[in-house]
């Protein structure tokens, strides 16, 4: 059709007569669901080789990818170095079960909204891998779900530095370790580190100056040089960066000054393994079996990320079973106690549960207000005097006391940082802990 054609149907009305067609736009995709993600359903790594499409492999990344990451959370493992945390040879200490039918329609408000949720429909909404309630010592509620089994193995993400900060507590607590020590007392590697001045406890409470950033969403935060130094992501072509943990906790710089505000930075942790180690003689995971696995009869060997040189990654490497995460709980729950033995002292699980420094806890963290933070632990302040355990991707052991209740849930939420699962997990925590208070059975 020609211009001069255009020009005169428009002057005469008879382009009028026929309707413009409809724009059209390109229909979003759907945001991911956990049923749209299932690692089972989408067959990640079934076949013998698995089809192409189907794999998912270390040394090209796509292990910590989402989806693939749904597979690869319960199956570390298979990917990378691992080295193991016995449980000793004696039988498994059984948790008593006591289920309840009643938890899945128990409802609260998800933080910012207004329409309720019930808790098992959070169950997908955090991607929930595995889940269990224990209120009493008793286990009321346990669920799983993508590729984690009920004897299968979990990744616990930053949950590791806990267990870490625990035994670091410890230490202080049997004269061992002198918490106004500076690490170069211990480390003499560090001195010349941003690390080198800071005191044992600035480190285990996370407020040292480092010019260290963690935030996951930037490529070029040196919480990923960490990693990659560690061995936990692959290096890129041509990568003549430090070759382990070790060596680049040497190189982090300072910033600021050490004892301000809670800075939250992977680093702490893997010093404080290096200093648990110095002061022990023996390796973190060592420490870990045998002041935790063995005593507290757990049913599986945990195992953790090692780098090129077998250094266990304390930041984030701990892999176990959902029901020792639950273990481990229910010890702090009771004080330091497990099946009638003093496992840790009491004095060790007061230091944690009293918390850190509200003030110098930062207004960043938006879900955790009046939150603070002490021993590599998350204290919340709450009327129930809860506590947890805190991993990327929604990894937690979630303490209540007043209630009785300990949650252990292993997750893969699509996004790293917890402030993006927080509201549908916390409000939902303390839901089921106000319920099994009125409820008791």
Do not use: C
């Amino acid at each position: 059709m020609t211009t001069a054609l255009i020009t005169g149907l428009a002057a005469t009305g008879a382009l009028a007569q026929t309707p413009a067609p409809a724009p059209t736009f390109a229909t979003p995709p759907a945001p991911p669901t956990a049923e749209s993600t299932d690692p089972v359903k989408l067959g990640w790594m079934v076949g013998s080789p698995p089809p192409p499409d189907r794999i998912i492999r270390w040394a090209d990344g796509s292990f910590y990818t989402f989806p693939k990451f749904r597979w690869s959370f319960s199956n570390f493992r298979q990917l990378g170095p691992t080295t193991n945390v016995s449980r000793g040879l004696g039988a498994p200490v059984p948790l008593p079960r006591a289920e309840r039918d009643d938890l899945d329609a128990v409802t609260f408000t998800p933080l910012g909204k207004t329409d309720p949720m019930t808790w098992g429909q959070a169950f997908n909404a955090n991607f929930t891998d595995g889940v269990v309630v224990l209120h009493k010592g008793r286990v009321v509620y346990e669920r799983y779900g993508g590729a984690l089994r009920v004897d299968g193995q979990h990744i616990a993400q930053s949950v590791t530095k806990s267990f870490f900060g625990l035994i670091g507590q410890i230490l202080v607590a049997e004269g061992k370790l002198d918490e106004n020590a500076k690490v170069a007392q211990y480390v003499p590697e560090l001195k010349d580190s941003a690390f080198g001045d800071a005191t044992i406890r600035q480190v285990l409470d996370m407020r040292t100056g480092l010019k260290y950033s963690e935030n996951y969403a930037d490529p070029k935060a040196e919480i990923w040089d960490h990693v990659r130094a560690g061995g936990v992501l692959p290096r890129p072509p041509g990568y003549a960066g430090p070759q382990s943990f070790y060596d680049f906790l040497k190189t982090v710089q300072k910033e600021g000054e050490h004892g301000g505000p809670f800075a939250y930075k992977t680093v702490n942790s893997d010093t404080i393994g290096w200093v648990i180690r110095r002061v022990t003689g023996k390796s973190a995971g060592e420490n870990l079996s045998d002041r935790v696995w063995r005593k507290l009869g757990m049913e599986q060997d945990a195992y953790i990320a090692v780098d090129s040189v077998g250094t266990e990654f304390a930041g984030g490497g701990l892999n176990t079973g959902l029901r020792d995460l639950a273990r481990f709980g229910e010890m702090m729950r009771n004080d330091g106690q497990f099946a009638g033995q003093q496992i840790i002292p009491k004095a060790v699980v007061d230091d944690i549960r009293k918390g850190g420094d509200k003030a110098a806890f930062p207004a960043s963290y938006p879900t955790l207000p009046g939150w603070s933070y002490r021993n590599m632990w998350w204290v919340s302040h709450n009327e129930h005097g809860a506590y947890a355990a805190r991993g990327i991707h929604g990894q937690t052991v979630y303490i209540d006391p007043k209630a009785e209740m300990v949650i252990a849930r292993y997750a893969s939420f699509p996004q790293a940082a917890n402030a993006f699962n927080d509201p549908t997990s916390l409000p939902a925590y303390h839901a089921i802990a106000k319920h099994l208070m009125a409820n008791p059975r």
